[in-house]
């Protein structure tokens, strides 16, 4: 049996990536800011905060426990708050960055050779759309991150996947006017849903292929405007 983290819930896609892994007669632990955490009976949740993280870590290394990590799925970012111009506190997203840097330098030691780092990075900085400008400035980071990390750690593979989904609690951004036409510019002439995006997820964790490794890959098939 093998240990899978996920950083971050990750809305409707972790929840199905989280179960698949766990069918996959694997250990899964999910990481949540909510208090109480959400009760699941295949996957283990764990208190962490990015906005508080010294706060969760204890428990974070002791539900962990020795064994190593086959994976970890990085999904958590702070509120996307959006407005319809700039402010000078846009930048204060970035606030929470170190947090998210000292929790991977924390883990980095339980990823082994083969052992997979999987980013999971929302579209926006791909569309055109107002009023994002603190989310463009948390993924840049997070691209830059990625960057890093994929180079040189040790045999460890690192894929990111962007995605956009259905619009709904994990999408408020998206309008049905967007949706449409960014559905329109797909070859399915849909969006891909959560549960598609969790498959292919679950896919690159177990095959372990390098093959993608420091690949960004997009759901869509590219960039839609």
Same mark, same amino acid.
């Given at each position: ?17 989280? +179960? +698949?892994? !766990? ?8 990481? =949540? ?20 993280? $010294?706060?969760?870590? @204890?428990?974070?290394?002791? !539900? *962990?426990?020795?064994?190593?990590? !086959?994976?970890?799925?990085?999904? !958590? ?5 959006? +407005?319809?111009? @700039? ?17 991977? $330098?924390?883990?980095?030691?339980? *990823?082994? @050779? ?44 690192? =894929? ?41 997820? @679950? ?23």
């Amino acid at each position: 049996m093998e240990t899978h983290l996920l950083v971050g819930s990750g809305g409707e896609t972790g929840h199905s990536l989280a +179960k +698949k892994l !766990a069918e996959h007669e694997d250990r899964v632990l999910v990481t =949540t800011h909510q208090s109480p955490p959400p009760e699941s009976s295949l996957w283990a949740t764990i208190p962490w905060n990015l906005s508080a993280p $010294e706060s969760g870590q @204890a428990a974070l290394d002791q !539900a *962990l426990g020795p064994a190593p990590l !086959a994976s970890i799925s990085l999904f !958590a970012h702070p509120p996307f708050p959006r +407005k319809v111009s @700039a402010s000078g506190n846009d930048s204060e997203i970035l606030s929470h960055f170190p947090a998210l840097i000292s929790l991977l $330098e924390n883990l980095r030691p339980r *990823l082994a @050779a083969g052992s997979v780092l999987l980013f999971f990075t929302p579209s926006l900085s791909r569309h055109r759309a107002d009023g994002y400008l603190a989310a463009r400035l948390w993924v840049g980071s997070l691209q830059g991150l990625f960057g890093e990390w994929s180079r040189n750690r040790g045999g460890i593979l690192v =894929t990111a996947i962007e995605s956009l989904i259905s619009p709904g609690r994990s999408t408020p951004h998206m309008t049905p006017e967007m949706v449409e036409r960014v559905a329109g510019r797909t070859s399915r002439g849909r969006l891909a849903t959560a549960d598609e995006i969790a498959d292919f997820a @679950a896919w690159l964790i177990l095959s372990r292929n390098p093959l993608f490794h420091g690949q960004i890959l997009q759901t869509e098939g590219g960039p839609y405007f």
